[in-house]
């Protein structure tokens, strides 16, 4: 495993939504993105809401399929896996944990669940003991959650449990898509933790996808600034928030709410 | 006597359904007057809306008004008639923008016509299309909006129009407090910025003369508010003026949350590990012991679990921290 490979490329990648069959109308979701992800690198796609930042997450997991461009993980084209092979070193947490979970079935079922995607065939003894050392390494107290149904546990609980099922399929690359917007402020700060111990020890590569330009800041490496479908700035956080070149990134980053400072009108 | 604008004491309100009693809101004192703008932190589940639907004087069915007295304007609204409440405290003297209201726009109706339902209601006379437009100009303007959105229908505007056209609907009889429940929560940074700065416009205007703003989100507080009461557990643990609260934070429940914002910083990422409070929020239908932050506080000690703070004035110009140990 070197350490600087690149993991998953993007490019020219391009969504383009049409509705309607006599006069079509179209949106554009993303035009030529491009981009890549280096493993154990966590990149964050920061933009406002209908920048595209979604539309290009679920191109990445392959849930619509681009309009053009290329996606590739590992070297080759993410269309030429078999689904599970591909959902097995590619998973994703939502910014709604309470929508992943089905309110009938205790927690467990989620986690047990992964193991169908995985070859090996784990025995149900082996699957509680995997699940609950993962469960563990990752700051909760399996019996705490174990046992529990979804909204008995707290969100920000629930999203841990939705990060230990990626790691039980062993999940090369997360896809987070706003995974803190839900979460308190108080325990937004324990994911963001967890999500960097997880690069450090297992070398997870992350695409961070935020609107929250303090959180994008504290996690990532790097940082790739959307602004309708179109990628404005890329680069190395501390260059981009910094310095920023784009005249989009600046008024961005100025609106920013800070602790310590207050705003100034002109 | 001063006269204060709002006037709350001991206020108490619980809910009470199949699930038990939720002691939603539990001792709260706090006063407000006129031309301050107060913040109201805490997580989610504080009792921060509880309270405000508590002072807006029609809480939702299974939120029962307990106790205490909430005086607006010196009118105590628990006690006066039902029919004045409607008609002389309720947008006249205060208005509640709640959670979301701008879903609350009906999506078959142009905004003018929803405008003149509002002003029907209240006036009992229907007004002329003409009388919208005069009647909206200038708190739309206020605003950041111009008078074409009246023309428009709810879905032809972005969440940060409409949620603007419900507050020019809510302020539209110039109330001496608007109670706003997180207006920019469901904004992006550039258009949060617009809306407190929309609602210090209104203020300046003297549309409105003062205002309670809720928001878990501190950095937004810290932008607009001159004065911040911390609820946690359906109480308030800490008030001050905001910017003591923030650079000097007294007690551990705030310390805790503002050591875990995270904040941009353009000179560059910020040194060390953010920390979070340990724990979940606790269950208010059986509230701990004592203090009831003791269960994840760093640094409780035996004597926490069970000496129960005091209650808090919140007075303005006062500084108080609700932690046995202060």
Same mark, same amino acid.
């Given at each position: ?25 179209? %949106?554009?979701?993303?035009?030529? %993105? ?54 097995? @070193? ?16 205790? %927690? ?28 563990? +390494? ?18 920000? @609980? ?47 590569? %992350? ?12 996690? +990532? ?12 700035? @890329? ?32 | 006597?001063?006269?204060? *604008? ?19 809101? &539990? ?10 703008? *107060? ?45 004045? *409440? ?8 205060? $208005? ?5 209201? !701008? ?9 003018? &016509? ?66 706003? &429940? ?8 550039? $258009?949060?910025?617009? !809306? ?10 003297? =549309? ?27 109480? =308030? ?19 805790? *949350? ?6 941009? &910083? ?61």
């Amino acid at each position: 495993m070197k350490a600087n490979k690149i993991i998953l490329q993007c490019e020219g990648l391009t969504k383009i939504y049409t509705s309607g069959l006599v006069r079509a109308k179209s %949106v554009v979701g993303a035009k030529n %993105v491009s981009f890549d992800i280096k493993r154990g690198e966590i990149i964050s796609l920061v933009g406002e809401s209908g920048s595209g930042k979604s539309t290009v997450a679920k191109m990445i997991l392959r849930l619509i399929k681009p309009t053009s461009g290329d996606i590739l993980f590992d070297g080759k084209n993410i269309l030429s896996y078999d689904e599970r092979d591909y959902y097995r @070193q590619v998973q994703a947490i939502f910014q709604d944990p309470y929508s992943a979970f089905n309110p009938f079935y205790k %927690v467990d079922r989620v986690l047990d669940k992964a193991f169908g995607l995985l070859n090996d065939h784990h025995s149900s003894e082996e699957r509680k003991d995997i699940t609950r050392s993962t469960l563990k +390494s990752i700051g909760l107290n399996p019996d705490e959650v174990l046992g529990r149904h979804p909204h008995q546990l707290s969100g920000g @609980q629930m999203q841990r449990i939705l990060i230990a099922r990626a790691l039980v399929i062993g999940a090369e690359l997360l896809i987070a898509d706003e995974p803190t917007s839900m979460i308190d402020a108080s325990t937004r700060a324990g994911i963001l933790n967890l999500l960097l111990s997880l690069r450090k020890d297992k070398g997870l590569s %992350v695409l961070f996808i935020t609107h929250d330009i303090g959180q994008a800041q504290y996690i +990532s490496d790097r940082v790739i600034v959307m602004e309708k479908g179109i990628v404005v700035e @890329q680069g190395l956080i501390d260059e981009v928030f910094i310095n920023p070149q784009n005249p989009y990134t600046k008024t961005l980053l100025a609106s920013v709410p800070r602790l310590y400072e207050k705003w100034e009108y002109d | 006597m001063v006269v204060h *604008l709002l006037e709350i004491e001991d206020l108490k309100g619980y809910y009470r359904g199949t699930f038990g009693v939720v002691f939603g809101v &539990d001792g709260v004192t706090l006063t407000l007057d006129s031309g301050e703008i *107060l913040g109201l932190a805490g997580e989610s589940g504080c009792g921060k809306s509880t309270l405000a639907e508590l002072v807006s004087g029609s809480p939702p069915p299974l939120l029962h008004y307990e106790g205490g007295k909430i005086l607006v304007d010196g009118l105590d609204i628990y006690s006066i008639d039902k029919e004045v *409440l409607r008609t002389e405290v309720k947008c006249k003297r205060m $208005s509640y923008v709640p959670q979301a209201s !701008m879903e609350s726009l009906n999506p078959v109706k142009r905004i003018r &016509d929803f405008v003149m339902d509002v002003v029907k209601e209240r006036t009992g006379k229907e007004p002329s299309r003409e009388e919208v437009f005069r009647m909206t100009g200038e708190h739309l303007e206020k605003l950041g909006l111009e008078s074409w959105v009246l023309n428009c229908y709810p879905h032809e505007l972005s969440g940060g129009m409409k949620q603007r056209v419900v507050i020019g609907i809510s302020t539209l009889w110039n109330p001496k407090l608007l109670i706003i &429940d997180e207006p920019t929560s469901a904004l992006d940074v550039t $258009s949060q910025k617009l !809306m407190i700065k929309s609602l210090l416009d209104l203020k300046q205007a003297r =549309i409105i003369e003062s205002m309670l703003y809720i928001s878990h989100d501190i950095t937004s507080l810290r932008q607009l508010c001159d004065r911040c009461a911390v609820m946690y557990c359906g109480q =308030i643990v800490e008030t001050g003026p905001m910017d003591d609260i923030i650079n000097d934070p007294h007690h551990p429940y705030t310390r805790g *949350l503002i050591s875990s914002v995270v904040s941009y &910083d353009p000179q560059g990422r910020q040194k060390g590990a953010l920390k979070s409070i340990p724990g979940e929020p606790p269950d208010l239908r059986n509230p701990p012991s004592g203090c009831r932050f003791h269960p994840r506080c760093p640094d409780a000690t035996e004597a926490c679990k069970t000496t129960v703070p005091p209650i808090l004035n919140a007075e303005k110009g006062k500084r108080e921290c609700a932690c046995c140990q202060y």
